[in-house]
């Protein structure tokens, strides 16, 4: 403890001392740095990071003569400011402060976000979303004045997302109408505290960080089962009866899957096995919000005992009954993975025990190597570009909602946060110009522009009624196109969760799938929702969540690489080994300085199976890229396959000389001439234009069907790509394209690696480190003439099955 | 050809990949819902900036057409443009691109839904067309016979793909949208199914018309 910590009001320190409850270090670090313009404090999950944030506003609160707003609070989760009320009125209730707590979230009556413009509390806990809209105001000066502080929770997470962006602009409005604004940063263990100090502070201040003891290193281990995994798949169906035990022996257990559908399919296989019907429940993002309350709600209480989860229970709530995490399926990103096993045991100085089920033999080396790397504490991150573009739109529209504004002084103002502080001129006006006019080539409809210069050269809305729109369409979370799914009652039954609207297009009436870890019965679309029955006992068809598939870090894609070049395997279980030794000994097994490529017939056709170790992503393009190639050399491709560490393309002819298909330039032009026409850019492009404001998903009074009226926003990509192919937001598209899901990053990682050291293995027969791959699920076809060619024999087995081809015509 | 030909009572007629319809007798090319100056309805009404290229784009798909057929007869089914003040806020570019297409050969503007006013673009303007053995209107009349309309912007999926598609059945002839900014109703949309008989076909638009059973 420090000797120079300022005293706490005596009321708040009588109310610790009275539970015997003492300051920590870094609280008292955080109090002593109160007058700081900004301070990031890292802490571990349970280390009373919260109330570290709050203390100094608490402090500061104490004489009751503060009128307005004093400190936001802003989480990434609705849930998370709720439970983050509750928590601190108990405090302020307790010791008697004179302070008023509220929250303001997408689920906050429209009287109540009223009454907190005209008359804020002190404390507003709220989301990045609902703060924009705040600012976006006219009266945003007056809901503001006095406010000292803000307090921004889980900021790890929210920097590796646009809505981090979003925030970080928000702030940076917040602090020109409140110049005296500090800022204060609650992180869990990342690899670069720096990185995210600069993120949040006003540039170019200093950002203190605190770094709080660690605690103890965490108990984890991989699960021992009896049986081996699987070659291939995810599910991890093996591992559920030793997981019930595991359940069984523990008070609560979350247990982690790195996708929804692979939750769903898991609780599932799970609820067969629980023959002791232990209260078990399921937790993802798609289910209804009612449901997810529900479960929250019975977690709080501590009546279940597991709670089988995606991410959705990444962040937040503090839980201290858990005294177990299981990871089902390689972490994939070791960083996230010390966060997710921090989410047991959340009282401070235990350690926290958590278990890997790694879902097949590939991932029992992935887990073994994501081990080593959290009990050397070595943490994954990419650095993160500067700040996208497309949110910069965004927050031009909201400044614009506001009220005129000068562009001198937004361009200022947006320096201002981290992530845009290298934002040129240029760049700027492109944005401005794109809010103001679309930005196209061609100036058409000028008399219709968005945004009118006025003569005293500030900007506004032409039209002010457009502000209904844009504060309607504020945000830069990406839904795929989800549907709403319900039972099937006379009027409206209960909504179950969400499927993909590509999903739902496949199914026909009888179909059955899983959501929230019910079976049921497809019975048919009604005004855009899917209409279901219960139906127990029949074996489902799956439902499909894209979810974001994660890609296997560069750092543990080298740590794997590492391992393989041991000479035996003594802490993998013998059946890995075994499997990796029988690939020694029939091939070879990739190494980092050279890439692998093994060539076999298999079931008649051929195969070439391409170690780059780049991540899935990376992988799944350079199949799409090579597949291109070998069809441009006459090798006739017929279809890939791609995983974290390898590409499996079959075809009718044999490579043999592979050297040109990875020449970088030719792979580059690729890439040029590829892209463009792909549906990654089209998603990519998607969410840019929404995220813009060019696509508008919601508009006021829209009628439930519209289908007709509205058209893909792919014939918008199309059409810009055709006749303004240096549209703002293509470049926007190509950027994103190139970082997330392309990730040609890693390709040219890899080739950089390999530095054309290519080591070709023509062998008899399928090699074992490319058997999985056979098994993978996500095939690709080559698309082009064959597809063509596919549609018309399909058409034509349809017109024979159903009779129609001989009517007369 | 791309094309695909069957009969409508009694008239031989092609539906083509691009979505236009072409009696071979007749010498007469149809295209349905071009929705000409969406972009500009759409900036007016207080909506973004959408690219203002859709009118070029469907000009320009319709004049290749021209060129390549040489049709006496073009007929335009029902809602030619976004909205009568989308038709005259057509940039100057495009209004000749538009006149020279309207000239040298009978050209048909069929009222549509959006567009009920005449157009003052050079053509003639009618409610429908009667031309034996067809009628040729905007809206389908569920009660009529040898009717080819548009309207609904039929869409069908096949294996994973979905495209526009012609509807077909004994009665009638649905045509897709021929426009660039056009979305698509699906045929298992309630409004097709209870239009269509039990046996239509669905022909898809693309490199090559397809047809198939009317998915339902």
Redesign the interface.
């Known amino acids: 403890m420090s000797d120079t910590a300022p005293a706490l009001p005596a009321a708040i320190e009588n109310w610790f001392s009275a539970r015997g409850w003492t300051i920590h270090p870094h609280q008292h670090a955080m109090l002593e740095r109160a007058e700081m313009p900004c301070t990031l404090l890292i802490a571990p999950t349970g280390g009373g990071k919260t109330m570290a944030g709050f203390l100094p506003t608490l402090a500061e609160l104490d004489d009751g003569t503060h009128e307005g707003l004093h400190t936001l609070y802003i989480s990434p989760l609705k849930a998370l400011a709720a439970d983050i009320k509750r928590n601190l009125r108990t405090p302020v209730e307790e010791i008697g402060l004179p302070i008023r707590i509220d929250d303001r979230t997408g689920d906050t009556p429209a009287s109540r976000k009223r009454r907190q413009r005209a008359d804020p509390p002190h404390i507003l806990l709220t989301t990045p979303e609902s703060l924009a809209l705040l600012t976006s105001y006219e009266d945003a000066a007056r809901t503001f004045k006095g406010l000292r502080r803000v307090v921004v929770d889980e900021i790890h997470a929210l920097a590796e997302s646009k809505r981090g962006d979003q925030l970080m602009l928000a702030l940076a409005r917040l602090q020109t109408l409140c110049p005296d604004l500090r800022r204060v940063g609650l992180s869990a263990t990342v690899d670069d505290p720096q990185a995210i100090a600069s993120y949040l502070a006003r540039h170019p201040d200093p950002c203190d960080i605190v770094l709080a003891d660690p605690g103890p290193a965490p108990d984890i281990r991989m699960l021992e089962t009896e049986a081996a995994p699987p070659w291939a798949g995810g599910g991890a169906a093996y591992a559920i009866p030793a997981v019930m035990e595991q359940i069984k022996a523990h008070k609560t257990t979350l247990i982690f899957h790195n996708t929804r559908a692979q939750a769903e399919i898991f609780f599932h296989n799970l609820w067969l096995a629980n023959d002791e019907a232990l209260p078990i429940g399921i937790h993802h993002g798609s289910l209804d919000r009612f449901q997810r309350e529900r479960v929250e709600a019975a977690m709080v209480r501590g009546e279940l005992r597991a709670i089988v989860c995606t991410g959705s229970l990444d962040l937040g709530i503090d839980w201290g009954d858990v005294d177990l995490v299981i990871q089902i399926g390689a972490p994939k990103n070791v960083k996230r993975l010390v966060q997710r096993i921090g989410r047991a045991n959340h009282r401070y100085n235990a350690p926290s025990k958590a278990l890997l089920v790694p879902a097949n033999r590939f991932e029992v080396v992935e887990c073994r190597a994501a081990l080593e790397a959290v009990r050397e504490n070595d943490l994954d991150g990419d650095p993160r570009g500067p700040g996208p573009r497309d949110v910069l739109c965004q927050h031009i529209l909201i400044a614009a909602c506001a009220g005129p504004f000068d562009e001198d002084e937004l361009y200022a103002e947006m320096t201002r946060a981290g992530a845009y502080a290298t934002l040129t001129r240029a760049a700027f006006d492109a944005c401005l110009t794109f809010c103001a006019?679309?930005g196209?080539a061609?100036k058409?409809?000028d008399q219709?522009?968005?945004l009118l210069q006025r003569p005293d050269g500030k900007w506004q809305l032409r039209?002010p009624?457009?502000a209904q729109?844009i504060r309607m369409n504020l945000g830069t979370i990406q839904d795929a196109d989800l549907i709403k799914v319900r039972l099937k009652r006379s009027r409206g039954g209960k909504p179950l969760g969400e499927v993909e609207e590509?999903f739902a297009?496949?199914l026909t009436p009888g179909d059955t799938f899983l959501i929230g870890g019910q079976t049921v019965r497809y019975e048919g679309?009604r005004e855009m929702t899917v209409e279901v029955t219960r139906n127990p006992g029949r074996k489902p068809k799956i439902a499909v969540f894209s979810g974001t598939k994660f890609a296997t870090s560069t750092q543990l894609s080298a740590r794997i690489l590492a391992m393989f070049k041991q000479n035996s395997w003594p802490t993998l279980p013998r059946h890995t080994a075994n499997w990796l030794e029988l690939q020694r000994e029939v091939s070879e097994l990739p190494r980092a300085g050279r890439l692998l490529i093994e060539s076999f017939p298999h079931d008649s056709r051929e195969h070439i199976c391409i170690y780059g170790f780049a991540g899935r992503n990376a992988q799944q393009t350079l199949g799409l890229l090579l597949t291109k190639r070998m069809e441009e050399l006459g090798l006739d491709p017929l279809g890939f396959v791609a995983t974290d560490y390898a590409t499996l393309i079959w075809g009718l002819q044999e490579v043999t000389d592979p050297a040109p298909l990875f020449d970088p330039d030719a792979l580059r032009d690729g890439l040029e001439g590829w892209l463009a026409g792909n549906a990654v850019m089209k998603r990519s492009f998607r969410g840019a234009a929404t995220i813009a404001?060019?696509?508008?998903r919601n508009?006021p009074g829209a009628h439930k069907n519209r289908?007709?009226?509205?058209?893909?926003s792919d014939?918008?990509y199309d059409?810009?790509r055709?006749?303004?192919p240096d549209?703002l937001l293509m470049d926007i598209t190509r950027e994103e394209a190139m970082r997330g899901l392309v990730d040609f990053g890693r390709i040219e990682e890899m080739l950089e690696r390999t530095r054309g050291c290519i080591t070709l293995r023509r062998l008899e027969r399928i090699s074992p480190l490319s058997a999985p791959l056979l098994l993978e699920v996500g095939k690709v076809p080559v698309k082009g003439a064959a597809?063509?060619k596919?549609?018309?024999q399909?058409?034509a087995a349809?017109?024979q099955q159903?009779g129609?081809d001989k009517?007369?015509? | 050809m791309t094309g695909y030909?069957?009969?409508l009572a009694g008239a031989r007629l092609t539906a083509l990949g691009s979505g236009a319809l072409w009696w071979t007798a007749q010498r007469l090319l149809c295209v349905s819902d071009l929705h000409l100056g969406k972009?500009?309805r759409h900036?007016?009404r207080?909506?973004?900036?959408?690219?203002?290229?859709?009118t070029?784009?469907t000009l320009a798909r319709l004049s290749d057409l021209v060129s390549a057929l040489q049709p006496e007869t073009v007929v335009c089914l029902g809602d030619s443009f976004d909205d009568d003040a989308a038709s005259r806020?057509l940039?100057d570019a495009e209004q000749s691109q538009l006149a020279a297409l309207t000239q040298n050969r009978r050209w048909i503007w069929i009222t549509g839904n959006h567009d009920p006013a005449p157009t003052g673009l050079g053509g003639e303007q009618m409610d429908e067309l009667y031309l034996s053995p067809l009628t040729f209107r905007h809206i389908a009349n569920p009660s009529a016979t040898a009717e080819v309309s548009g309207h609904?912007?039929p869409k069908a999926?096949?294996?994973?793909?979905?495209r526009p598609c012609f509807l077909l059945d004994r009665s009638r002839l649905i045509l897709p949208a021929f426009g660039?900014?056009?979305?698509?109703?699906?045929s298992?949309?309630p409004a097709l199914a209870a239009l269509m008989e039990r046996?239509a076909?669905a022909i898809?638009t693309?490199?090559?018309a397809?047809?198939?059973?009317m998915p339902r």
């Open positions: 006019t679309g196209y061609l058409a409809y219709w522009q968005r039209d009624r457009a729109r590509a297009a496949t679309l404001g060019l696509i508008q508009t289908r007709q009226a509205t058209f893909s014939i918008l059409t810009l055709k006749y303004d549209h597809e063509e596919l549609l018309q399909e058409a349809l017109m159903s129609l009517l007369p015509q | 030909d069957f009969s972009s500009e900036a007016r207080g909506g973004s900036a959408l690219p203002p290229y859709e070029r784009d806020a940039p609904y912007h999926r096949v294996r994973s793909t979905s660039t900014y056009t979305g698509g109703l699906r298992t949309d046996d076909l898809l693309g490199a090559q397809l047809p198939v059973p």
